[in-house]
Structures are given as structure tokens and as C-alpha cells.
């Protein structure tokens, strides 16, 4: 069975860094895009940033672009996200899920992980 797993997560001050990992099962994903979203209290997920497993292309959202770094450890099946100048706003829960190909919707990604809390203090 196909599972992503999230940790890395939880309660630093503002202007602080947390790195968020995601573990994947096998290599299932070696051809797949890789996502992170978020989701605070009361509002949508949304896109955060993705990679293209296989080739390292990668894309953000503007909110993030310039603080957040995307990237993935082939070795470990593992993709990373690395956020720094963290701000109240980003608290949220962060997701990873794969998706066929490098895409911002969130109807493509199939399969997703349970969450990770982040919360960023004032």
C-alpha cells in the first residue's frame, strides 16, 4: 500500500525555520510530481510548492516564493520542505501528495498524507 508520511512539524516564533519531510513507501513515485499544501482553520487547501520527482523541476506559490525550498533525497524516497521567515499566516496543516505530473491543482494529486501541524507564533 501507498503511503505518505509527514513529520517535522510544530510551534516556532516568528522569523524562525522548520524543515518538513514526507516519506514515501516505495519508489512508486520516481516518475510523479511531489506537492505540499496547507490548510488553517476555516479555509481551503491550498498549493504551497511541488517538484517533479525525476528531474527536480519545481514550482511554488507566490506567498512562499523566496522562504520556502522544495526538494526530494532519491535515496530515502524522501521530499523535503524547507521554510524559513515563517509568519503567523503559515500556520496551518501541511499535506504532501503525489500527483502524475508538476501541477498547482489539487484535483491531480491522488494520493495524500495526514497532515503535519505547523504553527508559527507573533
Known amino acids: 500500500q501507498v503511503q505518505l508520511v509527514e513529520s517535522g512539524g510544530g510551534l516556532v516564533q516568528a522569523g524562525g525555520s522548520l524543515r518538513l519531510s514526507c516519506a514515501t513507501s516505495?519508489?512508486?513515485?520516481?516518475?510523479?510530481?511531489m506537492g505540499w499544501f496547507r490548510q488553517a482553520p476555516g479555509k481551503e487547501r491550498n498549493f504551497v510548492a511541488a517538484?517533479?520527482?525525476?528531474?527536480?523541476?519545481?514550482s511554488y506559490a507566490d506567498s512562499v516564493k523566496g522562504r520556502f525550498t522544495i526538494s526530494r533525497d532519491n535515496a530515502k524516497n524522501t521530499v523535503y520542505l524547507q521554510m524559513n521567515s515563517l509568519k503567523p499566516e503559515d500556520t496551518a496543516v501541511y499535506y504532501c501528495?503525489?500527483?502524475?505530473?508538476?501541477?498547482?491543482?489539487?484535483?491531480?494529486?491522488?494520493?495524500w498524507g495526514q497532515g503535519t501541524q505547523v504553527t508559527v507564533s507573533s
Open positions: 501528495a503525489a500527483a502524475p505530473a508538476l501541477t498547482k491543482e489539487i484535483q491531480e494529486y491522488h494520493y
Open positions: 516505495e519508489r512508486t513515485f520516481s516518475s510523479y510530481a
Open positions: 517538484i517533479r520527482w525525476n528531474i527536480g523541476i519545481t
